[in-house]
C-alpha cells in the first residue's frame, strides 16, 4: 500500500530549464495538493484539485502549472524555473476535501541555481 | 498574516518529559490537524479532531473551539519522538488548509 507517491526525490535545475514533479496515489483520494515548504514559514498551497477535471489556483501559484490527469495522478510543472522556486514541495491528497486527514509523500527538494 | 501559530518554536526535553506543544488559530475551522514530519522529510497525519480529545499510544491532542487553541502532548517522551510537529486547519470560510510553521522537538536520552 504505497500511499502517495512522489517522483523525483531531488533535482537541480538551471535558470530557465522546465522540469514536472509526478505524484501518484493509490487511496482513490477525491482531492490533491501541491505544496511548498520553505525555512521559516508553513507549507504554502501552489494548486489543488478538488475532484478529477477541476484545479485551481492556491496561495503562490505564480511560475507554475499542474494538471490533474486522472484521478490518480497530479503533476506540476515548472515552466522555466527561477532560484526563488527553490524550496521542498510536497504531494498530498485527501478522500474528501478539508474534512478529511492529509496523506502526504515524501516530498522533493528542488535546487534551481 | 498567520492564521496558525505555534509554541513553543523550538523545544529540548530530557527523556521521560512530558512535553506539551501549543497551537492557536484566528480562523472559522471545521478541523484541526497535527502532523509529524520527521528529520528525513516525510509528514505524516497524527490526529485530525473537531472537539474534545484523542488519543493514541502516548500521544494525545485536545482542542478548545471557544478559545481557538489546541494542545499535542506527548507521555513519557522517548528520543525517537524529535520531530517537526506541525498544526494545520482546515478553514470553514475557504477551501483550502492553513499550517502553522512547526515545533521542532528534540528528545535527549
Known amino acids: 500500500n504505497a500511499g502517495v507517491t512522489q517522483t523525483p526525490k531531488f533535482q537541480v535545475l538551471k535558470t530557465g530549464q522546465s522540469m514536472t514533479l509526478q505524484c501518484a496515489q493509490d487511496?482513490?483520494?477525491?482531492?490533491m495538493y501541491w505544496y511548498r515548504q520553505d525555512p521559516g514559514m508553513g507549507l504554502r498551497l501552489i494548486y489543488y484539485?478538488?475532484?478529477?477535471?477541476?484545479?485551481d489556483k492556491g496561495e503562490v501559484p505564480n511560475g507554475y502549472n499542474v494538471s490533474r490527469l486522472n484521478k490518480r495522478e497530479f503533476s506540476l510543472r515548472l515552466e522555466s524555473a527561477a532560484p526563488s522556486q527553490t524550496s521542498v514541495y510536497f504531494c498530498a491528497s485527501t478522500d474528501q476535501g478539508l474534512n478529511s486527514p492529509l496523506h502526504f509523500g515524501n516530498g522533493t527538494r528542488l535546487t534551481v541555481t | 498574516k498567520n492564521e496558525v501559530e505555534q509554541s513553543p518554536q523550538n523545544l529540548t526535553a530530557q527523556e521521560g518529559e512530558f512535553i506539551t506543544i501549543n497551537c492557536s488559530y484566528s480562523v472559522g475551522i471545521s478541523a484541526l490537524h497535527w502532523l509529524q514530519q520527521h528529520p528525513g522529510g516525510g509528514i505524516v497525519s497524527l490526529f485530525m479532531l473537531s472537539s474534545g480529545k484523542k488519543k493514541h499510544g502516548r500521544l494525545i491532542a485536545t482542542i478548545n473551539i471557544q478559545e481557538k487553541h489546541s494542545s499535542l502532548h506527548i507521555t513519557a517522551s522517548h528520543p525517537r519522538d524529535s520531530a517537526v510537529y506541525i498544526c494545520a486547519v482546515s478553514s470553514n470560510t475557504g477551501n483550502q488548509f492553513y499550517f502553522g510553521t512547526g515545533t521542532s522537538l528534540t528528545v535527549i536520552p
Open positions: 484539485s478538488a475532484s478529477e477535471g477541476t484545479t
Open positions: 487511496m482513490n483520494h477525491n482531492s
